[in-house]
């Protein structure tokens, strides 16, 4: 019986679908100015995992991501690199579904650019105009009027009171409170724009999610899911604006992954201390990102670290040496007390570090008894987190582009070349020019095997 834990209400509530079998759930995306880093990498394989545990589970999920391609970062990203906003998006949008698929997370239902959901956007605005919960100011921006909505700040548990007393008001803001958030912007010179009853202008942020959310999922939906940082405002944003609209709930679970962390500090763009996916799938394993982040709970903070990777590589070593010397598995039943334990690990609140916990029970059962059902048992939990389903020879030997310092790696063929160097000195007799190859390779990080006259060879 999974239970999730919601933000909004601060505990953990067992899972029961507005209908039965059926999953809706919304995850804000990416905006779409750079590339993706492991902040948004956590977002991606979290939400992937709770798309596939709830399949597996037998819902039919309907999992929505959306994409936002008009943004002042985007605005300003491309008249930087001189170039159209639509080029500048397409080409990061690009990047973002090459790391989601190296990641290994499937792609959602479906995936919304807000540029084609501004009609949406200005229905909504029209609606919260008409029904006294939204005004045109002397700007010509749309502003949400906060003072309408009495539930504002329940999400993230602070009174408006407070709110307000810490709120810096700018000198040309012409919204009446300083809670009040923009809904709609009056055009820039240059900016993009779109024609409205309301005025001309460009959508504000929080009102994207909404008008996307509601129009794939209805007023009503199951979950939805993103950064701990956008519980604040803009979760609350969207509550606000969407409830106004619909007269209706508008999300029964919130669920917010934790932030991930380097030298004891958020990682983000704004402070500039991000590593981007790519640069991080250079040294190690796109499997090994995934392991890191499913190795810790999705709430708790993720520490950032070359030693926390190489421990996520460690373990996904085991696993694949353990799945190189086994027997086809194919047909072989799961063992059903592991796959329990796997189940209730998961049902609470995808406990996903317990899980893989049960995980390595069987790979070392595996190790000890030799019984290929622990390994098969190992391996159905893996299908489940999608992990450890390559080919153990494409894991073990995989290359990265560069070393820790940024050195290159020894390719498999210089691998091979070196390997058929210490078979010839070994046929000599020359054993002190195959143990220099031997320890040539162990230093570029390659472990031999010679078994029956016959050697192998894996990344260390």
């Given at each position: 019986?999974?239970?999730?834990y919601?933000?909004?209400?601060r505990?953990?509530?067992?899972f029961?679908?507005r209908?039965?079998?059926?999953?809706?759930?919304y995850?804000?995306g990416?905006?779409?100015?750079?590339r993706?880093h492991?902040?948004?990498?956590?977002?991606?394989?979290?939400?992937?995992?709770v798309?596939?545990y709830?399949?597996?589970?037998?819902y039919?999920?309907?999992?929505i991501?959306?994409?936002?391609?008009?943004?002042?970062k985007?605005?300003a990203?491309?008249?930087?690199?001189?170039e159209?906003?639509q080029?500048?998006t397409e080409?990061?949008?690009?990047?973002?579904?090459?790391?989601?698929?190296?990641?290994?997370?499937q792609?959602?239902?479906?995936?919304?650019?807000?540029t084609?959901?501004?009609g949406?956007?200005i229905?909504?605005i029209?609606?919260?105009?008409?029904?006294?919960?939204?005004?045109?100011?002397?700007n010509?921006?749309?502003y949400?009027d906060?003072?309408?909505?009495?539930?504002?700040?329940?999400l993230?548990?602070r009174?408006?009171?407070?709110?307000?007393?810490?709120?810096r008001?700018?000198?040309?803001?012409a919204?009446?409170?300083?809670?009040?958030?923009?809904?709609?912007?009056?055009?820039?010179?240059?900016?993009?724009?779109?024609e409205?009853?309301?005025?001309?202008?460009r959508?504000?942020?929080?009102?994207?999610?909404?008008a996307?959310?509601?129009?794939?999922?209805?007023?009503?939906?199951?979950?939805h899911?993103g950064?701990?940082?956008l519980?604040?405002?803009?979760h609350?944003?969207?509550?606000?604006?969407?409830?106004c609209a619909?007269?209706?709930p508008?999300?029964n679970y919130?669920?917010?992954?934790g932030?991930?962390?380097?030298?004891?500090?958020?990682m983000?763009?704004?402070?500039g201390n991000?590593?981007?996916v790519?640069?991080?799938m250079?040294?190690?394993?796109?499997?090994?990102?995934?392991?890191?982040?499913?190795?810790s709970?999705y709430?708790s903070?993720?520490?950032?670290?070359?030693?926390?990777?190489?421990?996520?590589?460690a373990?996904l070593?085991?696993w694949?040496?353990?799945?190189?010397?086994?027997?086809?598995?194919?047909?072989?039943?799961?063992?059903?007390?592991p796959?329990?334990?796997?189940?209730?690990?998961?049902?609470?609140?995808?406990?996903?570090?317990?899980?893989l916990a049960?995980?390595?029970?069987?790979?070392?059962?595996?190790n000890?008894?030799?019984?290929?059902?622990?390994?098969?048992t190992?391996?159905?939990?893996?299908?489940?987190l999608?992990l450890g389903?390559?080919?153990?020879?494409?894991?073990l030997r995989?290359?990265?582009?560069?070393?820790a310092?940024?050195?290159?790696?020894?390719t498999?063929?210089e691998?091979?070349?070196?390997?058929?160097?210490?078979?010839a000195?070994?046929?000599?007799?020359d054993?002190?020019r195959s143990?220099?190859?031997?320890?040539?390779?162990?230093?570029?990080?390659?472990?031999?095997?010679?078994?029956?006259?016959?050697?192998?060879?894996?990344?260390a």
């Amino acid at each position: 019986m999974l239970h999730i834990y919601d933000s909004k209400e601060r505990t953990k509530r067992r899972f029961i679908p507005r209908i039965s079998n059926q999953v809706g759930m919304y995850v804000c995306g990416m905006t779409v100015y750079d590339r993706c880093h492991i902040g948004h990498a956590r977002v991606m394989v979290v939400f992937d995992m709770v798309v596939r545990y709830l399949q597996a589970s037998g819902y039919t999920v309907r999992y929505i991501r959306n994409i936002t391609d008009i943004d002042d970062k985007i605005i300003a990203r491309a008249a930087e690199n001189r170039e159209s906003i639509q080029a500048l998006t397409e080409r990061y949008i690009a990047f973002m579904h090459d790391d989601a698929a190296a990641l290994g997370c499937q792609p959602p239902s479906a995936e919304p650019r807000a540029t084609e959901h501004v009609g949406g956007m200005i229905a909504m605005i029209e609606t919260l105009i008409e029904k006294g919960h939204a005004y045109r100011a002397a700007n010509g921006d749309v502003y949400f009027d906060v003072s309408t909505f009495p539930a504002y700040g329940a999400l993230s548990h602070r009174k408006p009171e407070d709110l307000r007393a810490g709120v810096r008001v700018e000198i040309d803001e012409a919204k009446t409170d300083p809670l009040d958030f923009v809904l709609w912007k009056a055009p820039k010179a240059g900016d993009p724009h779109w024609e409205a009853p309301f005025g001309e202008g460009r959508p504000g942020w929080h009102i994207e999610c909404s008008a996307m959310s509601t129009q794939l999922l209805g007023d009503s939906f199951d979950i939805h899911g993103g950064g701990q940082d956008l519980q604040f405002p803009h979760h609350e944003n969207e509550i606000a604006q969407s409830e106004c609209a619909t007269g209706h709930p508008y999300v029964n679970y919130w669920m917010h992954n934790g932030f991930v962390r380097i030298n004891e500090e958020k990682m983000s763009k704004s402070l500039g201390n991000f590593f981007s996916v790519a640069e991080v799938m250079a040294r190690y394993h796109p499997e090994v990102i995934r392991y890191f982040v499913l190795a810790s709970h999705y709430r708790s903070p993720l520490n950032y670290s070359d030693a926390n990777l190489e421990a996520a590589r460690a373990s996904l070593m085991r696993w694949y040496q353990a799945l190189a010397d086994a027997p086809v598995l194919s047909g072989i039943a799961p063992l059903p007390e592991p796959m329990a334990r796997f189940r209730a690990a998961m049902d609470d609140d995808f406990n996903t570090p317990e899980a893989l916990a049960v995980v390595f029970e069987c790979i070392a059962q595996w190790n000890r008894q030799r019984d290929p059902a622990w390994l098969a048992t190992a391996q159905a939990m893996g299908e489940i987190l999608n992990l450890g389903q390559h080919p153990p020879a494409q894991f073990l030997r995989w290359v990265p582009a560069t070393g820790a310092a940024g050195e290159q790696v020894m390719t498999d063929a210089e691998i091979e070349q070196k390997i058929s160097e210490r078979n010839a000195a070994r046929q000599n007799k020359d054993f002190a020019r195959s143990d220099a190859i031997r320890d040539e390779l162990a230093a570029a990080g390659v472990v031999l095997e010679d078994k029956a006259g016959v050697t192998t060879w894996r990344r260390a």
